[in-house]
């Protein structure tokens, strides 16, 4: 079976910058599509970035060139770089992985981005 735990979430200044971590338990990692969601209330769920088995990104056009995801399949971990942060980007940001149909997620972490 799939865990995922996240870290890193916090409160910071518009401006600034945090990084978000999670860690994934079980054996298909390597081959599966590594994603960061992010969610506000009353408002669905939506990507911000993927990653796949081999690197390959991509972004919600709103956090080009400031956010940067990455990951370590020897030690099954995925990452959210995120500069320059703006107050809209305040959310539960969510780790995600897709095998297939099947999607497995983190237990979300806050980040607040003070004006």
């Known amino acids: 079976q799939v865990q995922l735990v996240e870290s890193g979430g916090g409160l910071v200044q518009a401006g600034g910058s945090l990084s978000l971590s999670c860690a994934a338990s079980?054996?298909?990692?390597?081959?599966?599509?590594m994603g960061w969601y992010r969610q506000t209330p009353g408002n669905a769920r939506t990507v911000v970035a993927t990653i796949n088995p081999v690197g390959t990104t991509n972004y919600v056009d709103s956090v080009k060139d400031r956010f940067t995801i990455s990951r370590d399949n020897a030690k099954k971990m995925v990452y959210l770089e995120m500069n320059s942060l703006k107050p809209e980007d305040t959310a539960v940001y969510y780790c995600?992985?897709?095998?297939?149909?099947?999607?497995?997620w983190g237990q979300g972490a806050q980040v607040t981005v003070s004006s």
């Open positions: 995600n992985l897709r095998d297939g149909t099947e999607n497995y």
């Open positions: 079980g054996n298909i990692f390597s081959r599966s599509v």
